[in-house]
């Protein structure tokens, strides 16, 4: 399998000196097309670091030596780990403005997401296959979870990926609240 690479890259900024990067934030664009998902990207100036397409093809957006804008005001293992308050203001934005980038890898799966379109089968292996990937680059990965995982109550994707299958088959461990 190969990857395809976007240039430019899209919006991203340098890791902190001393960042160990072991979690893996999934997601879904809510459209059924490339183009689309990443002009709304270049838009907003947000970013993953991979955007795999219907036909399973991975495209690589940012290198994941840099942080990707995929998560936004987010919790996860790290926020865990040092004992940050979980609390969330009225717009689920948590309120110590916490972000799960700084330490994760961002792919974004292009589908719908609705219940009746999910995920092509192609999309799905080359996920596993990213991910197996990843793993040799990116030693200390751990942790797989998810936008909504992350963000609860602030996003919903990707609603209808079986996460559970998807990190046995890569090996990873899921990360929920
Ligand atoms: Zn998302």
Same mark, same amino acid.
């Given at each position: 399998m190969s990857v395809e690479c976007i240039q430019p890259w899209l919006a991203h900024r340098p890791r902190r000196g001393a960042t160990v990067v072991d979690t893996l934030v999934l997601h879904a664009s %809510?459209?059924?097309d490339l183009q689309q998902t990443v002009e709304q990207l270049k838009e907003k100036g947000l970013s993953y670091h991979y955007i795999i397409d219907p036909m399973g093809l991975p495209h690589k957006c940012v290198p994941y030596s840099a942080v990707a804008?995929?998560? %936004?005001?987010s919790y996860g293992p790290h926020e865990a780990t040092r004992g940050t308050s979980r609390q969330q203001d009225a717009h689920h934005n948590f309120v110590e403005m916490t972000s799960v980038n700084e330490y994760s890898i961002g792919i974004c799966l292009v589908s719908p997401d609705t219940g009746t379109v999910t995920y092509t089968q192609e999309q799905i292996d080359a996920c596993v296959w990213l991910i197996k990937e990843l793993k040799t680059s990116v030693p200390a990965l751990k942790y797989i979870t998810t936008h909504y995982l992350v963000s609860p109550g602030r996003v919903s994707d990707p609603?209808?990926?079986d996460i559970v299958r998807l990190a046995k088959k890569a090996g990873l461990e899921i990360w929920m609240p």
């Open positions: %809510g459209n059924d804008f995929h998560a %936004g005001n609603t209808h990926l």
